[in-house]
């Protein structure tokens, strides 16, 4: 069983900067898939990032809502993902959740939330405007 413990949400101004952590539990093995979504009021469950890993290798794969902005990362020693967020925008504004899947997950399928067996509780980001 996968635990997922988002952190790092919080208030800042637009154009300012955000790390989101997730930090997993009870996660073994090389090949799996981690996420971040977010949830907007109102809105349904949209994909922000994605880190892929295998034996082949990682791939990193981001929303055009959010590419050039956000980075995601891997710490696979601390068991730990990460997105860097920049530039932020109001429209970012959002409960954003920390997803998982022991598999690697494939392109047309990273980004859907029903392909994701394990989530966190979420963290709220806020930018004002």
């Known amino acids: 069983q996968v635990q997922l413990v988002e952190s790092g949400g919080g208030l800042v101004q637009a154009g300012g900067s955000l790390r989101l952590s997730c930090a997993a539990s009870?996660?073994?093995?090389?090949?799996?898939?981690m996420a971040w979504f977010r949830q907007a009021p109102g809105k349904e469950r949209e994909f922000v990032a994605a880190?892929?890993?295998?034996?082949?290798?990682?791939?990193?794969n981001y929303a055009d809502s959010v590419m050039g902005r956000f980075t995601i990362s891997e710490d696979n020693a601390k068991n730990a993902m990460y997105l860097q967020m920049n530039s932020l925008k109001p429209e970012d504004t959002a409960v954003y959740y920390c997803?998982?899947?022991?598999?690697?997950?494939?392109?047309?399928?990273?980004?859907?939330?029903?392909?994701?067996?394990?989530w966190g509780q979420g963290t709220q980001v806020t930018v004002s405007s």
């Open positions: 880190f892929r890993r295998s034996s082949g290798g990682t791939s990193n």
């Open positions: 997803a998982a899947d022991l598999a690697y997950l494939t392109e047309g399928t990273y980004d859907r939330s029903d392909k994701y067996d394990y």
């Open positions: 009870g996660r073994t093995g090389v090949t799996f898939t």
